[in-house]
């Protein structure tokens, strides 16, 4: 749904550059243009986004406890099980 919306909004724009320019785009050219992403594309982006976050996280700890990423890392890990097993009421049920 979000494709097609984005792929519309493009549409007028464009046709409002030609009518402004005074020339047409080549049916590839709009298609270049107004080509939305795809669904593996959101999900790569999503996934990068993911990545970076935790990249950037296990690196902060690292450096604020003076110990290697892995170490770091599975820091990160323990603390975020911990905060959902007390935040969801299920401790040592």
Not at 32 to 51: F, K, N, P, Q, R
């Amino acid at each position: 749904m979000s494709r097609k919306w984005e792929e519309a909004g493009k549409s007028k724009l464009l046709t409002l550059v030609e009518e402004n320019a005074g020339r047409l785009l080549t049916p590839q050219e709009r298609r270049a243009v107004i080509h939305g992403a795809e669904e593996h594309e959101l999900v790569y982006s999503g996934l990068e986004d993911t990545m970076i976050g935790a990249s950037e996280e296990t690196r902060a700890t690292a450096f604020a406890k003076d110990t290697d990423f892995r170490t770091a890392a599975l820091v990160n890990a323990i603390q975020k099980i911990s905060t959902v097993t007390t935040q969801s009421g299920q401790m040592f049920l």
